[in-house]
């Protein structure tokens, strides 16, 4: 494993402009390690209806024009029954088997065999070999940075056969939508049964396990902490980024090349919703270095959750306003049109933003500038569940003087802008911000859960009570 051990480590970084001088216990750290009755209620109804509503979600576009009440009325008013619906469901089939196989196949040979090249020519972009954060069995696991590589190298291949090649039409992901779907539903599921089966038996690091003794649990919320196959194939990162947020744009253009096909023309509409997507997928890999540091790499366990929401959940639901505007080949007037991207650009703006400031007050222990003027601080300390004292600098200038988490108000921002892009004719494009909107709410909720179980004492502050939001 491309890892090395710190068993006394002098200094370790928590989220949000939070900085340790202690690795935090690993009882404080990711999922829990018991399950109460209303978690392991929402963890059965997850695992029974997400694949339903991600089913439901296609099946409408397919079958009803995206019209999230047609399926219902149909069934209560007798003009179909639920095997009428089932039965007009395209089955998996072996084109949609090989054009799957091929896709991860070739993601996972760029994630494994290509070392990052574009750090050496691109100013200001980090990758290749980086560390990550420290994890509670005090171990810095090294990572191959090369999504921006790959996202790159993918697109350029696509480009290419769309304009020279010619061997495949770019509407194929559309034309095989639902196909696709049973085969990623197949790598979700087995991915996720591998990784706990591999969390019980050959674990990459034993200390970083957590069993509650609830299967149900286990197998949601995940087992490992870290698991790997081999020197360098990290199943958080590799899921996490690839093979869904790179097909993520691509998906947006076959809806796109689809739109042109059926109605002669791309709407500005789809075209808002290609760019501003794009934006938050190249921020995503141009930022891949600093993901590792972020909730989902320190923090959750590689369960179902991960596995299957990585593979199915993410690219099925997150790209329903460009399956929508296929159907709906909405054009937006100029004053709609500008409102949306200007939405879209500074809510943008206000994430990348906060999240540089907590970046760059971890990197440098505060010794920087925020918004010009030397960062207020918070130094407090506090005793976690072990008995063992931290101390910690809390950042209260910037985006973060303005509130806990103002990053989540710029994704918002976003967000919504996705969804006014598609009109106001119909609910299903407007999914994604109230999924959203109910993630990043879990998101503060767990936080506060995790920092409430420590006790604060602040010993200098400088700010409104207001803003002593400790995380």
Same mark, same amino acid.
């Given at each position: 494993?491309?890892a090395k051990?710190?068993?006394?480590?002098?200094?370790?970084?928590? =989220? $949000?402009?939070?900085?340790?001088?202690?690795t935090?216990?690993?009882?404080?750290?990711?999922?829990?390690?018991?399950? $109460?009755?209303?978690?392991?209620?929402?963890v059965?109804?997850?695992?029974?209806?997400?694949?339903?509503?991600?089913?439901y979600f296609?099946?409408?576009?397919?079958?009803?024009?995206?019209?999230?009440?047609?399926?219902?009325?149909?069934?209560?008013?007798?003009?179909?029954?639920?095997?009428?619906?089932?039965?007009? %469901?395209?089955?998996? %089939?072996?084109?949609?088997?090989?054009?799957?196989?091929?896709?991860?196949?070739?993601?996972?040979?760029?994630?494994?065999?290509?070392?990052?090249?574009?750090?050496?020519?691109?100013?200001?972009?980090?990758?290749?070999?980086?560390?990550?954060?420290?994890?509670?069995?005090?171990?810095?696991?090294k990572?191959?940075?090369?999504?921006?590589?790959?996202w790159?190298?993918t697109?350029?291949?696509?480009?290419?056969?769309?304009?020279? =090649?010619?061997? *495949?039409?770019?509407?194929?992901?559309f034309?095989?939508?639902i196909?696709?779907?049973?085969?990623?539903?197949?790598?979700?599921?087995?991915?996720?049964?591998?990784?706990?089966?591999?969390g019980? *038996?050959?674990?990459?690091?034993?200390?970083?396990?957590?069993?509650?003794?609830?299967?149900?649990?286990?197998?949601?919320?995940?087992?490992?902490?870290?698991?790997?196959?081999?020197?360098?194939?990290?199943?958080?990162?590799?899921?996490?980024?690839?093979p869904?947020?790179?097909?993520?744009?691509?998906?947006?253009l076959?809806?796109?090349?689809?739109?042109?096909?059926?109605?002669?023309?791309?709407?500005?509409?789809?075209?808002?919703?290609?760019?501003?997507?794009?934006?938050y997928?190249?921020?995503?890999?141009?930022?891949?270095?600093?993901?590792?540091?972020?909730? $989902?790499?320190?923090?959750?366990?590689?369960?179902?959750?991960?596995g299957?929401? $990585?593979?199915?959940?993410?690219?099925?639901?997150?790209?329903?306003?460009?399956?929508?505007?296929?159907?709906?080949?909405?054009?937006?007037?100029?004053p709609?049109?500008?409102?949306?991207?200007?939405?879209?650009?500074?809510?943008?703006?206000?994430?990348?933003?906060a999240?540089?400031?907590?970046?760059?007050?971890?990197?440098?222990?505060?010794?920087?500038?925020?918004?010009?003027?030397?960062?207020?601080v918070?130094?407090?300390?506090? %005793?976690s569940?072990?008995?063992?004292?931290?101390?910690?600098? =809390?950042?209260v200038?910037?985006?973060?003087?303005?509130?806990?988490?103002?990053?989540?108000?710029?994704?918002?921002?976003g967000?919504?802008?996705?969804?006014?892009?598609?009109?106001?004719?119909?609910?299903l494009?407007?999914?994604?911000?109230?999924?959203?909107?109910?993630?990043?709410?879990?998101?503060c909720?767990?936080?506060?859960?995790?920092?409430?179980?420590?006790?604060?004492r602040?010993?200098?502050?400088a700010?409104?009570?207001?803003? %002593?939001?400790f995380?």
């Open positions: 494993m491309a051990s710190q068993p006394n480590i002098p200094k370790a970084k928590s =989220l $949000d402009g939070v900085t340790n001088d202690r935090a216990s690993q009882g404080q750290w990711g999922r829990a390690w018991e399950v $109460d009755w209303f978690s392991l209620a929402s059965i109804f997850l695992l029974l209806f997400a694949p339903f509503i991600v089913y296609i099946m409408a576009c397919d079958q009803y024009s995206c019209a999230l009440t047609g399926p219902v009325v149909d069934i209560v008013t007798g003009h179909a029954r639920l095997s009428d619906i089932w039965a007009k %469901t395209p089955p998996i %089939t072996r084109k949609a088997a090989q054009l799957y196989t091929l896709w991860v196949t070739f993601q996972v040979l760029l994630y494994t065999s290509l070392p990052d090249f574009c750090h050496k020519f691109l100013p200001g972009y980090v990758g290749g070999i980086q560390e990550g954060a420290v994890t509670p069995a005090g171990v810095v696991n990572y191959q940075i090369n999504g921006l590589q790959a790159l190298l697109h350029l291949l696509w480009f290419a056969n769309a304009h020279l =090649l010619s061997w *495949f039409s770019p509407t194929i992901i034309d095989n939508w196909p696709l779907l049973w085969c990623a539903n197949i790598l979700g599921y087995a991915v996720s049964t591998f990784a706990m089966v591999k019980y *038996f050959f674990p990459t690091s034993a200390r970083d396990c957590k069993f509650t003794g609830n299967f149900f649990y286990n197998y949601m919320m995940g087992i490992e902490f870290n698991p790997r196959i081999g020197k360098w194939f990290d199943f958080k990162l590799f899921f996490n980024g690839r869904g947020i790179v097909a993520w744009t691509l998906i947006n076959s809806f796109a090349a689809k739109q042109r096909e059926l109605h002669g023309h791309v709407t500005n509409a789809m075209v808002l919703v290609n760019v501003l997507q794009a934006i997928v190249i921020d995503f890999f141009w930022n891949e270095t600093w993901y590792l540091k972020t909730i $989902d790499i320190c923090h959750d366990h590689f369960g179902w959750y991960l299957w929401g $990585d593979c199915v959940w993410l690219p099925y639901l997150y790209t329903l306003q460009g399956l929508y505007l296929v159907y709906h080949p909405v054009q937006l007037s100029t709609h049109a500008v409102g949306v991207l200007l939405l879209g650009l500074v809510g943008y703006y206000i994430f990348r933003v999240n540089h400031q907590k970046d760059l007050f971890r990197r440098t222990d505060g010794r920087c500038l925020i918004w010009g003027r030397k960062p207020k918070i130094e407090c300390s506090y %005793t569940a072990d008995g063992q004292r931290h101390h910690s600098k =809390l950042l200038s910037g985006f973060w003087g303005v509130a806990r988490h103002f990053n989540y108000v710029g994704d918002l921002m967000s919504l802008a996705y969804c006014l892009a598609c009109g106001g004719s119909h609910l494009p407007y999914f994604y911000i109230i999924y959203m909107a109910i993630l990043l709410t879990h998101r909720l767990r936080d506060e859960h995790r920092c409430a179980s420590k006790e604060f602040v010993s200098s502050t700010i409104l009570p207001a803003q %002593t939001d995380l």
